[in-house]
């Protein structure tokens, strides 16, 4: 990233996606504790392979936020800080993948293979790749950015819902089983 401008030019984006990465995390917390006497068995087993990597998602999200909508006076600190992010951030998806294989609480099928990890994986990769470019081509790098924080968002959203809309049907099954 070697001009400053382009960077200050997506300030008004990642402070919109920042503070909505941010308000669901608040979410994601008031939800969880709603729905916290209704977890199916074995469901603190799964928890590290679907309910953390939302969570980590949105924080990443925040994070990279945060780091675009600082005043920096050099941008290729903030290319460093962002393929830190990429890479930690793929590091973590692969570890995920291998949890949700080794987890007993539920059989992920391909759609979750798809958005807990592939995805994520895809929206870190581009995002470390994006800010190994970004020294050279700053505006489609900046591009890829902006892309792999709104994949990761909406990947998050995808995944509260899933999991949102599952625990409510098992419970709602629970509950219908019970009255039998």
């Keep these: 990233m070697n001009d400053i401008t ?3 030019a997506w300030n008004s984006f990642f402070i919109i996606v920042g503070s909505s990465a941010g308000a669901l995390i608040g979410l994601q917390f008031v939800v969880m504790a709603l729905i916290a006497d209704r977890s199916p068995p074995h469901a603190a087993e799964a928890g590290p ?4 990597p939302t969570i980590v998602h949105f924080g990443a999200v925040l994070l990279l936020s945060a780091v675009q909508s600082a005043p920096w ?13 990429g890479l930690s951030g793929a ?14 609480a539920y059989e992920p099928e391909f ?33 890829g950015i902006g892309a792999a924080a709104l994949l990761l968002l909406f ?14 049907f098992y419970s709602k099954q629970n509950t219908i089983n019970k009255r039998r």
């Design 91 to 104: 590091v973590y998806i692969i570890t995920v993948a291998r949890q949700m294989g080794v987890q007993t």
């Design 6 to 8: 382009d960077l200050a």
């Design 49 to 52: 392979a679907f309910a953390t």
């Design 111 to 143: 759609g979750d293979w798809l958005y807990y990890a592939l995805l994520p994986l895809a929206a870190y990769a581009m995002l470390a790749l994006s800010a190994f470019t970004a020294l050279s081509l700053t505006r489609e790098a900046l591009f």
């Design 73 to 85: 006076q050099e941008v290729n600190f903030v290319a460093s800080i962002l393929g830190l992010i």
């Design 155 to 168: 990947i998050g959203i995808h995944n509260v819902w899933d999991s949102v809309t599952y625990l409510v």
